[in-house]
T-cell receptor
């Protein structure tokens, strides 16, 4: 069964600090992995997409990494801002499938 | 439109009532998805449309749930005889194609509360 596990479930950090969120998956055959940001009361918005051959991708202060051998991904946020407070969801798609597998998300709270 | 829109944004209903939730996808997107999201959880797949047809409805929890997309654009999710357990945020997403690679663009969701 395809599964996506995220950790930690929640995280509180001070503004300006860095943090790293983790995603482990068992989706097969692997096609791509996306990180989404979901603000409270809004729909998820894609931050990055990574395919099998990519191991790092950046989007501003967000940097995603992918290790396809260990089936792990991380999302690193640099110099956090209050607006980074949101849920971050890891989503993995299998080859030939149109239905991605969603993680439960990591709830990030950035305090001033 | 500029993005995916959903109406209403909030719906409060009584147990046993019928509700309809509407989704307006991005123009030209052939793939449309409905998801249900409970507090603290990721979106849970309900149904996927490719054009006008429901290509996969395996996520619908039971026969009280039904969705249509008659002209290949707007979609309506219909819930009969609502139960308190149906309370959740219902998200709609669209993408250019349904190949699993193209980004899914999500609407803001409809928060359904069944009293």
């Amino acid at each position: 069964k395809n599964q996506v596990e995220q950790s930690p479930q929640s995280l509180i950090i001070l503004e300006g600090k860095n943090c790293t969120l983790q995603c482990n998956y068992t989706v097969s055959p692997f096609s791509n992995l996306r990180w989404y940001k979901q603000d409270t009361g809004r729909g998820p918005v894609s931050l990055t997409i990574m395919t099998f051959s990519e191991n790092t991708k950046s989007n501003g202060r967000y940097t995603a990494t992918l290790d396809a051998d260990t089936k792990q991904s991380s999302l690193h946020i640099t110099a956090s801002q209050l607006s980074d407070s949101a849920s971050y969801i890891c989503v993995v798609s299998a080859g030939g499938s149109y239905i991605p597998t969603f993680g439960r998300g990591t709830s990030l709270i950035v305090h001033p | 439109g500029a993005g995916v829109s959903q109406t209403p944004s909030n719906k409060v209903t009584e147990k046993g009532k019928y509700v309809e939730l509407r989704c307006d996808p991005i123009s030209g997107h052939t793939a449309l998805y409905w998801y249900r999201q409970s507090l603290g959880q990721g979106p849970e797949f309900l149904i996927y449309f490719q054009g006008t047809g429901a290509a996969d409805d395996s996520g619908l929890p039971n026969d009280r749930f039904f969705a249509v997309r008659p002209e290949g654009s707007v979609s309506t999710l219909k819930i009969q005889r609502t139960e308190r357990g149906d309370s959740a945020v219902y998200l709609c997403a669209s993408s250019q194609t349904g190949d699993g690679y193209n980004e899914q663009f999500f609407g803001p969701g409809t928060r359904l509360t069944v009293l």
